[in-house]
């Protein structure tokens, strides 16, 4: 399998399963588009993977989704370099302990888990849609017991790690599931993928939390796998709209199909972004 010739521009890319993922994605001789917070970490990502490839096509791009205005530039200067984008992984994401509020005004994880990929495919389309392979994948699933809090949407009221984080993760699947659903006609195939637990620096902020996490979990080379899988595979590329877990399509819980409330979040979401005039 090649993905020679294929544009791809994976977010968080800097560690974890972004940087294993850019690893396998730049050997399959994808022209891969790093998107990282800082240039001293994105470039220290970008010497690791060329000390064990030669040819690498790897374009680094730096951007931080905590900031709008940063954003902004990312998206002005990717459409300025590049004429279509054949796949999105949406892969960056960030686990505050304590409640942290962007430049923006945005609770943090609220921004750059689910504002910053929502910005991102709805920008792109155009490019996503001059492709071959117009993929967005986003990463991460909640548990179909999560129910969305429309009066605390950003967790003013009720703040907690897990939960809070958990349910950016819920927002980011309910706009996965309603782009699918806009889209499905112009082709664009969106999928929601878990790659499972995988040893990261994810929970740095609780170092104890986030060694026992580390301990149960699998090594990020075979995470990185199951999302390959999800670029590649031939099954996932036909269906938009639909969650992989680990390399096994799920069923979608009744909740998450709930079109009422993914149409008033994507609404909600739409009104926050609108005065930054983005796409
Ligand atoms: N670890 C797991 O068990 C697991 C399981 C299922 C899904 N996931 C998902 O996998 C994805 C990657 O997580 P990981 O475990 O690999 O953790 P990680 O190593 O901490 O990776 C997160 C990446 O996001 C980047 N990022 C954070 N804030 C950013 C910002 N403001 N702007 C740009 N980039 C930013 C980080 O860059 P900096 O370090 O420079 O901030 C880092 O490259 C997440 O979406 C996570 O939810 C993880």
């Known amino acids: 399998m090649t993905l020679s010739g294929k ?5 968080g890319a800097s560690s974890g399963l972004g940087l294993a993922v850019s690893k396998k994605i730049v050997n399959m001789g994808a022209s891969t588009i790093m998107l990282c917070r800082t240039k001293e970490e994105g470039e220290n990502a970008v010497l690791e993977i ?14 931080d989704l905590a900031s709008m205005k940063s954003i902004q530039s990312f998206i002005i200067d990717f459409k300025r370099k590049y004429s279509k984008l ?4 949406n892969n960056a994401a960030v686990m ?11 609770e943090m994880m609220f921004q750059v888990n689910y504002l910053a990929p929502f910005i991102l495919m709805n920008s792109f389309l155009e490019l ?51 782009l699918a659903r806009r889209h ?10 878990d790659p499972g637990p995988f040893k990261s620096n994810l929970v740095r902020d609780v170092p104890l939390a986030g060694w026992v996490k580390n301990l149960i979990s699998s090594p990020v080379d075979k ?11 031939d099954e996932v590329k036909i269906k938009t709209g639909k969650l992989f877990v680990k390399k096994n399509e799920r069923p979608l819980a009744s909740y998450w199909n709930d079109t009422h409330i993914r149409e008033r979040l994507w609404s909600i979401t739409e009104t926050l972004i609108n005065k930054y005039q983005i796409y």
Request: glycine content about 2%; aromatic content about 12%.
């Open 7 to 11: 544009n791809c521009l994976i977010t």
């Open 50 to 63: 060329k000390k064990d490839t030669s040819n690498a096509s790897i374009d680094l791009m730096i951007c």
């Open 86 to 89: 054949d796949i999105l992984f």
């Open 96 to 106: 505050k302990q304590k409640r942290t509020v962007t430049e923006d005004g945005f």
């Open 128 to 178: 996503l849609k001059n492709s071959s392979s117009h993929q967005v994948i986003n990463n991460g699933r909640p548990s179909d017991k999560l129910r969305l809090d429309f009066d605390d949407l950003q967790f003013q009221k009720n703040y907690h790690m897990y939960n809070s984080f958990f349910q950016t993760k819920l927002y980011l699947f309910f706009s996965s599931l309603e």
């Open 184 to 193: 499905v006609s112009d082709g664009i195939i969106v999928t929601q993928a």
């Open 223 to 233: 995470a990185a796998e199951n999302i390959l899988f999800v670029m590649t595979s």
